[in-house]
């Protein structure tokens, strides 16, 4: 009775700023029906979502889906082999919640523990489990990013029935999937890069195989955790900055909060500045000095006159040495992501793709990106 009391205790201050009186009565009586049928295995649990829940969802949750949500990410921890090498406190902030961000509320634990829990199949670690719910998410719920997305912060249902996300949209399809088999996952991201235009988010995961926290993407990179085209661009960010810092999501409070782009004065999900991890991660990619970066991508224009991006083989020459060679990014990509190449400051080069065509660049002395768009004819 007596952590009861200190349960609604801590609750109730944020109802009395939060709700009328009347609809205030009405949601205690929700919290308190929770947590007087969870079981006693799983109370710790409970407690922790209930303590650290945002104001507004403490006056609309029902008790039935806190509860159900509690109950089968016990399960989870229980039936998936690695579910026992989670920490307590990773579990309850980065499995147990049913949001991270601002999203819809929905009931997706069912769904998708029984639809990824097949997907991990037979295996026996969470890094087995995570390769193969990441290389096959996109695939078994059919959604792609699509600027055109109706919110940046969808839903996973709404997600899912549209068929498209932005990359918040695709970050939170990830980290549910990944948390309805209980393997850790937040989000992270940046507000505003600080080379190019835009923002971006991306995912976390905590494995018991590497006991830290490592970065993927619902379209994960070929060389695996803590790769991919976004680590040079998050390398520059500035540490303590809203703007141009990198944070990681929490549910329980901490001194920060995650900026989310669509709804800046908006504080209510808590933040923790992993700025200077990916200024470590990264550091190595960054241009030297003396180097450009070329920023490469294509588009194809169609019969329609419209412009769509294409993944193509180009190659970086002078006249007749090859540089460097790659693929530019398919038009589900992010329209951030570009095939980088690093060549020197001051030199004449040749972009060129293969039997069509090329364009001549010459990176000025200082200048230390360079955007090159290819434009094909149809």
């Not at 499995?95 to 634990?109: F, G, I, K």
């Not at 068929?163 to 549910?176: E, P, Q, V, W």
């Not at 920060?256 to 908006?266: A, E, I, R, S």
């Amino acid at each position: 009775m007596r952590q009861l009391l200190l349960l609604l205790s801590v609750l109730i201050s944020p109802l009395l700023c939060a709700a009328p009186f009347e609809r205030e009565g009405k949601h205690i009586v929700e919290l308190k029906k929770a947590w007087d049928l969870c079981p006693e295995e799983q109370r710790k649990g409970m407690e922790f979502l209930l303590t650290h829940m945002p104001a507004k969802d403490a006056t609309t949750l029902k008790a039935e889906f806190l509860l159900e949500n509690v109950r089968l990410a016990y399960q989870a921890r229980n039936e998936m082999p690695w579910g026992k090498d989670i920490p307590e406190e990773i579990f309850f902030n980065d499995v147990l919640p049913y949001a991270v961000l601002d999203e819809s509320r929905d009931n997706w634990r069912v769904e998708f523990f029984q639809r990824f829990k097949k997907i991990a199949g037979d295996a026996t670690t969470a890094a087995q489990a995570l390769e193969r719910i990441n290389a096959a998410i996109e695939g078994e719920l059919g959604v792609k990013y699509n600027p055109k997305r109706r919110a940046p912060n969808q839903g996973p249902f709404e997600s899912i029935q549209l068929k498209m996300a932005s990359c918040t949209g695709l970050s939170i399809l990830l980290a549910d999937a990944l948390r309805s088999v209980c393997i850790p996952c937040r989000i992270a991201g940046t507000a505003m890069w600080t080379t190019i235009e835009g923002n971006h988010t991306w995912n976390e995961v905590w494995l018991p195989e590497h006991q830290k926290w490592m970065f993927t993407e619902y379209n994960p990179d070929k060389k695996g955790l803590d790769h991919g085209w976004l680590i040079g661009y998050a390398a520059r960010g500035i540490p303590e900055s809203v703007a141009h810092g990198i944070f990681s999501t929490s549910w329980k409070k901490s001194t920060h909060h995650f900026p989310m782009v669509w709804n800046m004065k908006d504080t209510s999900v808590p933040g923790i500045d992993v700025t200077q991890r990916y200024i470590d991660l990264g550091s190595k990619d960054l241009a030297k000095p003396g180097e450009c970066e070329l920023r490469i991508d294509a588009w194809q224009l169609g019969d329609d006159g419209k412009s769509t991006r294409k993944a193509i083989e180009i190659e970086v020459r002078q006249q007749d040495v090859l540089i460097a060679k790659g693929t530019t990014p398919t038009a589900t990509a992010d329209l951030n992501h570009f095939l980088t190449i690093r060549v020197s400051q001051g030199m004449r080069y040749q972009v060129v793709v293969p039997g069509k065509t090329f364009v001549a660049i010459a990176p000025k002395d200082k200048e230390e990106h360079l955007r090159v768009k290819l434009e094909l004819k149809p």
